[in-house]
C-alpha cells in the first residue's frame, strides 16, 4: 500500500493556533397564566416573540394564549441559564414539586456508605442525579463504592413552583412491549415537542424509550390508568351553529366530555371559531406499535397533495389511520402509516427517513465548529528536520493514521467551503495520551464544539466522551474503537465485526438456492462456523486442525451437482493459502466453486496468497470500504498534495468530516439529523448510524465486495 508523504506538515500546527467560540442555546418552559401575552411573555425572558413561535409552531397564528399552555423558551445570553432541575413529591406525597437550582455556590464532601446508590442521595441531598455525577466524574464510569468521597453541590437559590401538569388533564402511563416515542404520541395524539415538555427527564439526544417507563401524558375524559385506553382527541374548530347535540351525533363525545376537557367551554359557553378539543373514544382494533405501522413527523409547508404523493397512500387511508387529520395538517404533527407503505422513503427505528438531498438542504447561514483531536504525535517528531520526520511518521501508525485521516479532511474542508459553507476549524494533538487529552478538554476550542472527531485510542475517546458528554457534544470515532462503558453521544462509524457478518449472510440468503454450503475454520474461529451453521442449517463444516490429507478432507465435502459455496474462516496466512490453492484447483467443468468469508482480514491481502486464484473463485465478502474509484475526491487529493495517492485513511478522513459538515448544515444537531437522515455515501465510505440508546450511534453502513476478472467491485 502506498502511503502518501504529507508535504505540507506544518500545517498542522499552524491551524493549532486558530480557535472560535462557539453559541450554545440553552433553552426553558413555561406556564401561560390567564391574561399573558406573547410580548409580555418574550419581554419577561428577554427573547423575540418569533424565536418563541419557532418552537412553539401551535401558537402560530393565534391572537390570544391560553391558559396553561406549555411554551419552550430560547434563553439568550443575557438570560439566567438553569443549571439542575430535581422534581420533588410535597409533604402530602399526592404532587410533584419543581426546583430549578442555579449555579452551586459550594459543596460539601460526604463519604459514601453500604446501602447507598444516586437515587438516595438525591433524595438526600435535594439534588438531582445528573448534578452529583457532573462534580464526580468519575461516577460516570464507575458505580458508588462504600468508602468513596464525593462532592454534594450546595445551591444558594432554590425557586419551587407547583408542577403545572399536576392536575386532572394528566395521567401517568406506562409504556407497553414494542412501543416507541412515535406510536405513543400516535395514540394520544400530540406532538413530539410536546411529549418532551411534559416528560422533561427524556433524552433529546435520541427517541430510546423503554418498557415498563412511565411518561405523562394528557388525560381524556373516560380514560384512566387502569385500561390505558387507545382514546384520541381532535382539536377542532367549531363553525357557525354547532350544538353540543351535533358534536355527539358527529363524534360521539357527550357535553360534560367536551366542558371537561376545555374549561373555556364551560366558561363562555360553545362559540362560533372557537377551537377545542374533542375526545375520540373508538379505539383502534390493532395495538398501535412497530409490528403494525411506521410513522412520520409531518414537516412545515406540507400540504394532502404532497405529503399522499410522497407516502405513497391515499388520504382516505391516511385519514382513516389518523381521525385527527379532520382538522388539517399542522407542522409536528406524527402520523400512522400501513406497515407495507411504499414510496421515496426508507423506515430507521419504525421512523420514516427521507431521501434528503443534504447539499441542496445546507443552512449556509450556520457555522460549525469543528475540532479533530488526533495523536499526530508532535512531541515525539522534529518537524525541523525533514527526513527525519518523514522517518518518524512511517514508523510511528498512529501519526500515520492521523495525517492520513487529515490530509482527507482538508480536501473535505475545501469542498465544503466552495459549496458555501464556513467551518471553525480547531486541530488539537493529543499525543495518544490520557493526561494530554484531559488538558486538551479544558480548552475554549472543545468547549465550544458541535462536533470532535477523534481520538483514535479508546481510552482517550472515552475521556472525551464522558466530559463533553454532558454538554450534548457528538464525538465521532474514526477508526473501531470499544470502551468499556456506555456512550451515548459517540459515533461509531466503523461498522463492527457482527454488522459485517449479518451483511455477508442477509446478502448469501437473499441470492441461495440450492447450493452446497461449506464451512472451513480453523481452531480460532470455532464460533463463527456455529453462527455460520445456524444460519445454513444444512452445512457442511471441516475443522482445520490436521496438516495432512486436507486435500481429500476438503474434496469430501464438494458437490459435483450443486455449486459449492465455501466459507473460509481464518487469520492464518498459510492456513488461507493453502486452502485457497486446494479450492482453486478443485475446480472443474463438474465442480463450481464460490469463496465466502465473514470478515476479510489483512491475511487475505498477503504476498503468499494468489490473487488469481481468488478472482478464479468469485471471492466475495462483506467490506467497511467500497471501490476507490478514480473520482472527484481522488483528484481533488492530487491537485492539493503535488499527485499523491490517497490511501484508505485519507478517504476515511474527507468521507467522515464531509458527513459530519453536511448533516450540520441541514440540522446544527448531529443528534437530530441522525432521525431524518438515512444511508449516506462517500468517496468509500457508507454511513448509516443506528441509535442504540445510552449505547451510542453505531454504522451499519457496509458493503459486498467480489473479486471479477482480476478486479475487485462491489456488488451489492
Known amino acids: ?296 413527523e409531518v414537516k412545515k409547508g406540507e400540504t394532502e397533495y404532497s405529503l399522499t404523493r410522497k407516502l405513497g397512500v391515499k388520504y382516505k387511508e391516511l385519514l382513516h389511520l389518523n381521525p385527527d387529520l379532520e382538522s388539517g395538517f399542522k407542522a409536528g404533527m406524527v402520523l400512522k402509516l400501513p406497515k407495507n407503505s411504499e414510496g421515496d422513503f426508507e423506515v430507521k427505528n419504525s421512523l420514516v427517513i427521507e431521501n434528503v438531498n443534504l447539499i441542496n438542504a445546507m443552512d449556509l447561514s450556520t457555522k460549525p465548529n469543528l475540532v479533530l483531536m488526533l495523536p499526530f504525535r508532535l512531541d515525539l517528531i522534529d518537524v525541523n528536520q525533514k527526513e527525519t520526520a518523514v522517518s518518524s511518521i512511517n514508523k510511528r501508525k498512529d501519526a500515520n493514521y492521523s495525517l492520513g485521516l487529515y490530509s482527507g479532511a482538508l480536501v473535505a474542508l475545501d469542498s465544503i467551503k466552495k459549496l458555501g459553507l464556513s467551518v471553525n476549524v480547531s486541530v488539537l494533538d493529543n499525543e495518544k495520551s490520557v493526561t494530554k487529552t484531559k488538558q486538551l ?38 477508526l473501531p474503537a470499544k470502551t468499556e462503558v456506555s456512550l451515548s453521544n459517540v459515533f461509531y462509524s466503523v461498522p463492527s465485526d457482527e454488522i459485517l457478518r449479518n451483511r455477508i449472510f442477509s446478502f448469501v440468503k437473499k441470492n441461495i438456492t440450492s447450493q452446497n454450503v461449506v464451512v472451513i475454520n480453523d481452531a480460532e474461529h470455532v464460533a463463527t462456523k456455529n453462527l455460520i451453521v445456524q444460519e445454513f442449517p444444512g452445512a457442511k463444516s471441516l475443522l482445520l486442525d490436521e496438516k495432512f490429507a486436507m486435500k481429500n478432507k476438503i474434496l469430501a465435502l464438494l458437490s459435483s451437482k450443486e455449486e459449492n459455496w465455501v466459507f473460509l474462516e481464518s487469520d492464518q496466512l498459510n492456513t488461507i493459502n493453502s486452502v485457497v490453492s486446494v479450492l482453486n484447483a478443485s475446480t472443474t467443468d463438474k465442480i463450481k466453486i464460490k469463496l465466502f468469508t465473514t470478515n476479510k482480514g489483512k491475511s487475505f491481502d498477503g504476498d503468499k496468497i494468489n490473487h488469481t486464484h481468488l478472482s478464479n473463485l468469485s471471492f466475495t465478502y462483506p467490506s467497511i470500504e467500497g471501490d476507490d474509484n478514480y473520482d472527484s475526491f481522488e483528484k481533488a487529493y492530487k491537485r492539493k498534495f503535488s499527485g499523491k495517492t490517497p490511501d484508505k485513511f485519507a478517504r476515511r478522513g474527507f468521507d467522515l468530516t464531509f458527513d459530519v459538515l453536511l448533516k450540520l448544515a441541514y440540522k446544527q444537531n448531529l443528534f437530530e439529523a441522525s432521525k431524518f437522515i438515512g444511508e449516506t455515501t462517500y468517496s468509500a465510505n457508507r454511513f448509516d448510524y443506528e441509535n442504540k440508546g445510552t449505547s451510542g450511534f453505531y454504522n451499519i453502513g457496509c458493503y459486498i465486495m467480489a473479486y471479477e476478472d482480476m478486479w475487485i467491485k462491489e456488488i451489492e
Open 441 to 478: 478538554l479544558m480548552s475554549s476550542e472543545v468547549k465550544n464544539a458541535d462536533v470532535i472527531i477523534g481520538p483514535l485510542d479508546s481510552s482517550s475517546l472515552q475521556e472525551v466522551a464522558v466530559r463533553v458528554g454532558a454538554k450534548q457534544i457528538p464525538v465521532i470515532a474514526p
Open 1 to 296: 500500500m502506498k502511503k502518501p508523504i504529507f508535504k505540507n506538515y506544518l500545517t498542522i500546527v499552524i491551524l493549532m493556533l486558530f480557535s472560535v467560540t462557539a453559541f450554545a442555546q440553552k433553552f426553558t418552559t413555561h406556564s401561560v397564566k390567564k391574561g399573558e401575552t406573547l410580548e409580555s411573555i418574550s419581554q419577561q425572558y428577554k427573547v423575540t416573540p418569533e424565536s418563541i413561535v419557532a418552537l412553539n409552531r401551535e401558537i402560530k397564528g393565534l391572537s390570544e394564549l391560553k391558559a396553561s399552555t406549555i411554551l419552550v423558551i430560547p434563553l439568550d445570553a443575557k438570560a439566567s441559564e438553569v443549571k439542575d432541575v430535581v422534581v420533588k413529591k410535597n409533604k402530602s406525597g399526592s404532587k410533584n414539586v419543581i426546583i430549578v437550582q442555579e449555579e452551586p455556590i459550594g459543596f460539601e464532601t460526604y463519604k459514601v456508605k453500604k446501602k447507598d446508590n444516586l437515587y438516595r442521595l438525591s433524595e438526600k441531598f435535594n439534588v438531582s442525579q445528573d448534578a452529583i455525577k457532573r462534580y464526580n466524574k468519575e461516577l460516570y464510569s464507575v458505580q458508588l463504592k462504600k468508602g468513596m468521597e464525593i462532592e454534594i453541590p450546595k445551591y444558594k437559590k432554590v425557586i419551587a413552583e407547583e408542577n403545572p401538569f399536576d392536575n386532572g388533564d394528566f395521567e401517568m402511563y406506562t409504556v407497553k412491549p414494542k412501543e416507541t416515542r412515535w406510536s405513543i404520541v400516535s395514540k394520544y395524539g400530540i406532538t413530539m415537542d410536546s411529549l418532551l415538555v411534559l416528560n422533561p427527564d427524556l433524552s433529546n439526544e435520541n427517541t430510546y424509550i423503554a418498557s415498563g417507563q412511565t411518561l405523562r401524558l394528557p388525560k381524556l375524559a373516560g380514560s384512566s390508568t387502569e385500561n390505558q385506553t387507545t382514546q384520541l382527541y381532535i382539536s377542532y374548530v367549531v363553525p357557525a351553529k354547532k350544538g353540543f347535540y351535533s358534536l355527539e351525533k358527529e363524534f360521539g363525545a357527550t357535553e360534560a366530555e367536551i366542558k371537561a376537557l376545555n374549561p373555556e367551554v364551560k366558561e363562555r359557553g360553545l362559540q362560533e371559531g372557537m377551537e377545542i378539543r374533542i375526545p375520540k373514544k373508538k379505539a383502534d382494533k390493532n395495538a398501535i406499535n412497530t409490528d403494525n405501522f411506521i410513522f412520520y
